[in-house]
């Protein structure tokens, strides 16, 4: 038995979970940050990151040269893989933080050596999941499952293995809760944002730049991508100079609903790096992300730290951050008019402001590492896993 109660840290991609191992090496709890990937995050020493790096190799190929579904459900075949490697690094008393369908035979294993599971609850419950974007591809005969079935049945599987439940947001609590987990079961963990990155424009907005709606990531049906376009149609019957900026990342199942909006003035961007997105957020108006499911996008917090409101829904978890009126506006989901609606009324107040747009996160310093970190530990030490006595000296 480990004479400390050391965590591992397992994820096959860079993560929130980065943010985890972090925190607890900070803290001298960190055993091991296993990662399929060449390279572990820089904040995070090397001597205790170890590398799965055929597995990233692999994950990479495949984005590269399969369409953007199966890719995915290849990646999601690789769990297993990653899943043995990461039991055979485990020591009897180690605790276990990863997420959906990573490391099943190892939360058993953890389990079964005197350890705790941790589950990064990036979305909401499994169940939650599936039965909200399975309607969803049904109202598009969309003829893709939401997520490929075997990473489905080891999500779902998984659940039955997790202690504690690591929850950005209250859609994500809820969904817990409403599935048999109980509040003590559940350990707040807003993720924080880089702020010395994200931060608002430092002059007003140009006169000349027309009215600019952005969202940033994947487009795709479970993101409401569908009603995004609706809306902003609506939008150019008022503003018909307006633009709609978006990342040129698309999901195989959104593809034949963007052939119906061919005809919006839409400006493509690539994916891009921290600093290049935040100076593409501060070149926009309005963000809007009116996802049907979303744990915490953290591309809210990043669109309100760079000075934009934010339309989004309540199954967005970031939708915890939007205060109405104050920072932007929650609408219903599947609802183009709610959201053409609240980007009209916003786009008078930021398109008349005379002053550089302020910060909108309401709150800021909640999101800043040092913040996650304090609220990650002390949930630990509530819960006796470490002593308060080492988190006071951070």
């Not at 939360?107 to 941790?118: E, I, L, M, P």
């Not at 501060?282 to 744990?295: C, K, M, T, W, Y």
Request: aromatic residues 10%.
């Amino acid at each position: 038995m480990n004479p400390a109660p050391f965590f591992v840290v397992a994820t096959p991609g860079r993560s929130v979970c980065d943010d985890n191992a972090r925190a607890l090496a900070n803290a001298s709890y960190l055993r091991l940050y296993a990662v399929g990937q060449r390279r572990g995050p820089a904040a995070v020493p090397p001597e205790l990151t170890r590398h799965l790096r055929l597995l990233g190799m692999m994950r990479r190929f495949t984005e590269l040269t399969l369409p953007p579904f199966q890719a995915e459900s290849f990646r999601f075949r690789l769990h297993p893989w990653f899943d043995r490697w990461v039991q055979r690094q485990l020591l009897p008393g180690d605790h276990l933080i990863s997420s959906y369908g990573y490391t099943n035979s190892s939360f058993d294993w953890v389990r079964a050596h005197g350890g705790k599971t941790y589950l990064d609850g990036g979305n909401s419950h499994p169940d939650n999941f599936w039965e909200i974007i399975a309607e969803e591809h049904r109202r598009w005969d969309c003829p893709y499952p939401p997520v490929a079935l075997h990473h489905s049945a080891r999500s779902r599987a998984m659940m039955e293995k997790v202690d504690f439940v690591l929850s950005p947001s209250s859609f994500v609590t809820r969904s817990f809760l409403a599935r048999g987990f109980s509040p003590d079961q559940i350990i707040p963990s807003i993720y924080p944002v880089d702020l010395s990155c994200f931060t608002p424009s430092s002059v007003p907005r140009p006169a000349s730049r027309p009215l600019t709606v952005t969202t940033t990531g994947t487009l795709s049906l479970r993101k409401g991508t569908p009603y995004l376009l609706e809306a902003f149609r609506l939008v150019l019957k008022k503003h018909p100079t307006a633009r709609l900026r978006l990342t040129k990342s698309i999901s195989d199942n959104i593809r034949p609903v963007l052939d119906r909006y061919s005809d919006l003035p839409i400006d493509w961007i690539p994916h891009l790096g921290h600093a290049a997105l935040a100076e593409s957020l501060r070149q926009a108006d309005i963000f809007v992300l009116p996802s049907l499911e979303d744990g915490f996008a953290r591309t809210v917090t990043e669109a309100l730290a760079c000075g934009l409101p934010v339309i989004t829904t309540p199954n967005t978890g970031a939708s915890d951050c939007i205060q109405p009126g104050l920072n932007g506006e929650i609408v219903p989901i599947r609802d183009p008019a709610a959201i053409a609606n609240a980007i009209l009324q916003w786009a008078d107040r930021v398109m008349t402001a005379s002053e550089p747009p302020p910060g909108r996160l309401l709150n800021p310093t909640q999101f800043t590492f040092d913040s996650f970190q304090r609220q990650f530990l002390s949930a630990l030490a509530d819960r006796n896993i470490i002593p308060v006595e080492k988190i006071t000296a951070l």
